[in-house]
C-alpha cells in the first residue's frame, strides 16, 4: 500500500460528512486531557515528596533507636 494510498484509507479520511462528525466527537477534549494530565502529574509529585518525607523521618526515628 502506497502512501497515497493510506491517505484515503477509510481509518484515515472519513468516507461521509456523518462519519467525519462521528470522529470529532469521539476525539479527545484537549483541555480536559490537559487538566487531568496536570492533576496526575501533581499527584505524582505530591506522592513523590510524601514519601520523601516519610524516608526522612523513619530514618530520624531510626537513628534515635540506634544511638543512646
Known sequence: MSAAEC???????????KQALSRSRS???????????????????YNTVSACNRLCRLRREDEELVSP
Open 7 to 17: 491517505l484515503v484509507h477509510p481509518w484515515i479520511k472519513p468516507l461521509s460528512r
Open 27 to 45: 476525539s479527545i477534549n484537549m483541555r480536559n486531557f490537559r487538566k487531568f494530565n496536570a492533576r496526575r502529574k501533581w499527584k505524582l509529585s
